[in-house]
C-alpha cells in the first residue's frame, strides 16, 4: 500500500491514502513526523465560580499525566484585551466613568478572541499542546446576549476554534457575588446580582442550545468544596486522554 500524502485543508494537514477514504484532520506532520492534535479545554461560568482556580488545577494535573500543556485566559492580556479590562472597570479612555454599550463588548471580545486564536491557541494545538483557558467564545455567548442578540453574537465569532471540552462551573448568583466580595471591593461592570443571575441564566440556555449541536459540555455543581470540584473535572479530563 502507498504511503499517507499530506495534504494542507484549512490550515490542517489531512493525511490521505490512496484509493482509501481517510479523514484524518486531527493528524498533523511536523518534522517529517505524524503527530496528534492538541486537546483544547475551556472553564466558564459566572464570576466568583471558580474558573480561575480550576483551569490552574486541571493544567497541574494534565502535566502531572506527561502532557504539555499552555494556560491562558480571557479577556487576554494582548492589546485588545487590555481595552477590554479598562471598559470593564469603566476606564475606557475618552468612555472614562461609563459602561459601553453590549454591542461594543461583544466587538471587542470578538475581536480579542481573534488574536487569541491566531497568537495563542491554534499554534499550540497545531504543535499537539493541549491549551486550557480560563473562558472563551461561551463567555461572549452567555455574557452579551443578555443585551445583544445571540445569533450576532454568534456570527461575530463564528470563524473561532471551537472546544473540545467545556467545563460549565455552574454557582447561583448570590454565592457568586459573596465568594469574590470577600477578596475585592472593587467589581466590575457585569458584577451585580441581578446581572449575574441574568447571566447565569444564559449560561445555562446557551449551554444547552451548544450540546443540541453536539458540543461537549460537563456541568459541574461549583457550590461544592474545591478539591471535590477539581475531582469532578479530573474525571470529565480523563475521557480526553
Not at 484509493?19 to 518534522?31: A, K
Not at 482556580?53 to 492580556?77: H, I, Y
Not at 443571575?197 to 459540555?217: C, H
Amino acid at each position: 500500500m502507498s504511503a499517507r500524502i499530506p495534504r494542507m485543508r484549512g490550515g490542517v494537514f489531512a493525511c490521505v491514502v490512496p484509493g482509501v477514504p481517510v479523514d484524518c484532520r486531527s493528524e498533523l506532520w511536523m518534522d517529517g513526523a505524524l503527530m496528534s492534535e492538541g486537546k483544547f479545554i475551556v472553564f466558564e461560568g459566572i464570576d466568583g465560580s471558580g474558573t480561575t482556580t480550576q483551569s490552574r488545577f486541571a493544567a497541574e494535573w494534565l502535566r502531572s499525566e506527561g502532557l504539555d500543556v499552555v494556560e491562558t485566559f480571557e479577556p487576554t492580556d494582548r492589546a485588545v484585551g487590555r481595552l477590554i479590562r479598562l471598559a470593564l472597570s469603566r476606564q475606557l479612555p475618552g468612555r472614562e466613568g461609563e459602561e459601553v454599550e453590549a454591542e461594543l463588548f461583544a466587538l471587542l471580545f470578538a475581536a480579542d478572541r481573534l488574536d487569541h486564536m491566531k497568537g495563542v491557541i491554534v499554534p499550540a494545538l497545531e504543535r499537539g499542546r493541549w491549551v486550557v483557558s480560563d473562558r472563551c467564545y461561551l463567555s461572549s455567548f452567555a455574557y452579551q446576549s443578555v443585551g445583544c442578540e445571540l445569533d450576532w453574537v454568534r456570527a461575530l465569532n463564528r470563524h473561532v476554534r471551537r472546544a473540545d471540552l467545556t467545563v460549565l462551573l455552574d454557582l447561583g448568583a448570590q454565592t457568586a457575588y459573596q465568594r469574590f466580595s470577600v477578596e475585592r471591593k472593587d467589581h466590575d461592570v457585569f458584577e451585580t446580582v441581578e446581572k449575574m443571575a441574568a447571566i447565569r441564566a444564559s449560561y445555562l440556555r446557551v449551554a444547552d442550545i451548544l450540546e443540541r449541536e453536539g458540543e461537549q459540555i460537563v456541568r459541574i455543581d461549583a457550590s461544592q468544596a474545591i478539591d471535590v470540584v477539581a475531582a469532578e473535572v479530573r474525571d470529565a479530563l480523563a475521557g480526553l486522554l
